[in-house]
């Protein structure tokens, strides 16, 4: 099967930063769904944690993680948050200028099922420290996605951050 891209909406956070970064009103006229994020937080460290919440909900999340910074490797389960988890992203700490990136997909995103999620995540940093983390999660709940808000975790994303919704047709 063909896949189809179309770009549903793009944010870009301005001057002053945000708290988070929103795709509201999503339609459930595609298969799937993408969102690619480019983003720096404003923790004051060389990392930062990239999450998000579906249709506003605080509960129900399951997330695995796999990371690896270059000379060590972990995971981690956590089915107690209230948030799913994407992965590590850049934080203020780390070197200017430089945004970490995340892959994050949603199959069946308007079925009825429980909704699985995977993301792919790097965080840069052109010094000492930097993360590949790879992550599978479920979001126990079966209502339609029509909404998803990126948040850095209790820290704003900096200036230029930016996350664009893709609608995905498999036809």
Not at 74 to 98: E, L, M, P, Q, R
Not at 133 to 151: D, R
Request: net charge negative; with cysteine.
């Amino acid at each position: 099967m063909a896949a189809t891209y179309t770009a549903l909406a793009t944010v870009e956070v301005g001057s002053g930063g945000a708290a988070s970064m929103d795709f509201t009103s999503i339609p459930a006229t595609y298969t799937d769904l993408c969102i690619l994020v480019s983003a720096r937080t404003a923790l004051a460290d060389p990392t930062g944690t990239l999450a998000f919440t579906i249709n506003g909900s605080t509960s129900g999340y399951t997330n695995r993680n796999l990371y690896g910074d270059g000379s060590s490797v972990g995971s981690f389960y956590d089915n107690t948050t209230n948030k799913a988890w994407a992965g590590i992203i850049t934080g203020a700490n780390a070197t200017a200028n430089t945004f970490g990136s995340a892959f994050i997909y949603i199959p069946n995103y308007a079925g009825s099922n429980n909704k699985s999620f995977n993301s792919d995540v790097v965080m840069e940093n052109n010094a000492t420290l930097s993360y590949a983390v790879i992550n599978a999660g479920l979001w126990s709940n079966t209502a339609a996605i029509t909404s998803i808000e990126l948040n850095g975790n209790g820290y704003n994303f900096a200036q230029y951050s930016t996350a664009t919704l893709y609608g995905i047709k498999n036809s």
